[in-house]
């Protein structure tokens, strides 16, 4: 490829290089050759609009709008077979679950409307605060892990 431009910096004229490399794509032939079952993309527009693929709700005799906001009556037939386990029974509450539940309502109330109990917010406020912060730090030490078998080594790692 030769240099058409020189320009004070070096570079090239960027239009005569792209200009050159069009020139020399079509003297290879590209670009001037048709084939009989392509037409040109202008001629396809005129002629024919595209034909895009068909999917199956297409196809069907069930329109979209029908399959796709129709109540769905006709599938609860198919989910009829299927009927849940009754879910487990909610587990007792312990002595422990109970009174960090007061810790915490107590300190929701203090928190939020102390005058109920007959106290100012000044002295309300820490309260509270004392008490939501007892009633969330007994729930994090009730959160251990208490479920490993007996004689297992916690130092050990996972086990399976």
């Known amino acids: 490829m030769s240099k058409t431009g020189n320009s004070p910096d070096g570079q090239d004229d960027v239009d005569a290089i792209f200009d050159e490399l069009v020139a020399e794509l079509r003297a290879e032939g590209f670009g001037t050759q048709e084939t009989a079952e392509s037409p040109r993309p202008r001629e396809r527009e005129q ?3 595209a034909a ?3 999917s199956e709700w297409r196809t069907s005799a069930v329109g979209w709008d029908e399959a796709m906001l129709s109540d769905q009556a006709d599938d609860d037939d198919a989910d ?3 009927v849940p386990p009754e879910p487990p029974p909610l587990p007792r509450p312990t002595r422990a679950m109970v009174i960090i539940a007061l810790f915490f309502a107590i300190g929701l109330v203090l928190l939020i409307a102390p005058g109920v109990i007959g106290m100012g917010p000044v002295l309300a406020t820490p309260l509270g605060i004392l008490a939501l912060a ?4 007994l729930a994090l030490l009730r959160a251990r892990d208490d479920n ?7 130092s050990t790692g996972a086990q399976v």
């Open 47 to 49: 002629d024919e609009p």
């Open 52 to 54: 895009r693929p068909s």
């Open 80 to 82: 009829e077979h299927f």
């Open 134 to 137: 007892v009633g969330l730090g």
């Open 148 to 154: 490993r078998p007996p004689g297992s080594d916690p």
